[in-house]
C-alpha cells in the first residue's frame, strides 16, 4: 500500500532524520559489504522520511527496528571511514586541501589560520584536521570520537559576531545523508549564515568565504530532479560561485566561493531528467 504523502510544513532538524544508533561488529567489511550497508541505510532512511511526512508511526517503528537490525547510524558511520579509508580511495579532504594550498602557504608566512567548520565529521586525523594552517571544529550527530562536538547543524546557534562565522564549511558526504529535499536546501541557506567574510587577523591576503561539497556522483548525474546545471542554478541564488570542481566515478567534489548576498529563489522538486533506472535525489528551495 502507498503511504500518503503530506505537504513539507517545516524542515526538519537533522537530528529527527536519524533513528537511534545501534551497536555494531567492528570487522573489516569488505568494499561490497560496505556498498551495500550504506545503500540499504539510505533507503530505509527515505522511506521512514516518508513514513514519518504521513505520520504513519507504526510503519516509523517497523523502519526504525529494521534500521536497527541493519546496523543502526554506528554501521553507516563505520562503512563510511571504510570508504575513506586509504585503502579505499583514500580522505576526500584532501582535495580541499590541494585546492586551497597556495592561500594555506601565504597563511603560513604570516603564521595565521583559516577557521574550518567540518559537518559530519568522522574523524580528527583527516588532511583537515592535520593542517597546521586549519583551525577545524569538527560537529556530527553521533561523535565518533574525543575532538568531534556531538552536535546538529541546524540547531547550532547562529553566529553572533565573526568569531562564530568561519572561512570554509565542508559538506563531505553530509547532504546526501539528509532524507529531506527541503531539509538540504534549508541547509545550504543556513551554511550561509556561518560564512564569514573578514580575512584572519591581519591578514593581508584576500579572503572568499567557501562551502566544499561533497556527494555521490549519481545525486547529480543519474537523478530525476538533480543535474549539475541545477545544482549551479541553486547555488548561483545563493550568492555562490563554483571555483574547483571534479569528478571521480563515484563522486563529485566541489569548492563555492560566496561572493555576494542574494535573495535565495525557490527551486521545486521537478522533473529534469526522466528514466526508470534514476534516482529522486533531489534539493528544494523556498
Request: charged share 25%; proline share 5%; net charge positive.
Amino acid at each position: 500500500m502507498g503511504l500518503k504523502k503530506n505537504k513539507v510544513r517545516k524542515p526538519m532538524l537533522l537530528s529527527h532524520t536519524r533513528p537511534p544508533t545501534a551497536k555494531t561488529n567492528r570487522a573489516a567489511l569488505s568494499s561490497k559489504a560496505t556498498r551495500n550497508l550504506i545503500r540499504t541505510h539510505h533507503r530505509l532512511l527515505k522511506r521512514r522520511e516518508q513514513a514519518q511526512q504521513a505520520g504513519d508511526q507504526i510503519v516509523v517503528a517497523k523502519l526504525d527496528a529494521e534500521i536497527k537490525d541493519n546496523g543502526g547510524l554506528e554501521s553507516y558511520q563505520l562503512a563510511s571511514k571504510l570508504g575513506q579509508s586509504m585503502e579505499r580511495g583514500g580522505d576526500s579532504s584532501k582535495v580541499l586541501v590541494d585546492w586551497i594550498s597556495p592561500k594555506l602557504r601565504e597563511l603560513a608566512d604570516m603564521k595565521l589560520k583559516f577557521r574550518v567548520l567540518e559537518v559530519g565529521a568522522l574523524s580528527t586525523k583527516n588532511a583537515c584536521s592535520i593542517n597546521p594552517q586549519l583551525d577545524v571544529t569538527r560537529i556530527d550527530l553521533n561523535s565518533q570520537e574525543p575532538g568531534i562536538l556531538k552536535q546538529d547543524f541546524m540547531e547550532r546557534p547562529l553566529p553572533v559576531d565573526d568569531s562564530d562565522r568561519f572561512h570554509i564549511i565542508s559538506l563531505s558526504l553530509v547532504l546526501n545523508y539528509v532524507s529531506s529535499p527541503l531539509c538540504r536546501g534549508e541547509m545550504l541557506k543556513r551554511c550561509v549564515a556561518f560564512l564569514t567574510k573578514s580575512p584572519p587577523s591581519n591578514a593581508s591576503i584576500t579572503v572568499t568565504p567557501s562551502l566544499f561539497l561533497v556527494l555521490p556522483l549519481a545525486c547529480v548525474d543519474n537523478s530525476r530532479y538533480l543535474t549539475e546545471s541545477r545544482l549551479n542554478d541553486i547555488f548561483s541564488t545563493l550568492g555562490f560561485v563554483l571555483v574547483n570542481t571534479k569528478k571521480t566515478s563515484k563522486l563529485i567534489f566541489q569548492l563555492w566561493e560566496h561572493c555576494h548576498d542574494s535573495k535565495p529563489r525557490s527551486y521545486k522538486k521537478e522533473m529534469l531528467n526522466p528514466g526508470t533506472t534514476r534516482n529522486n535525489f533531489a534539493i528544494v528551495t523556498k
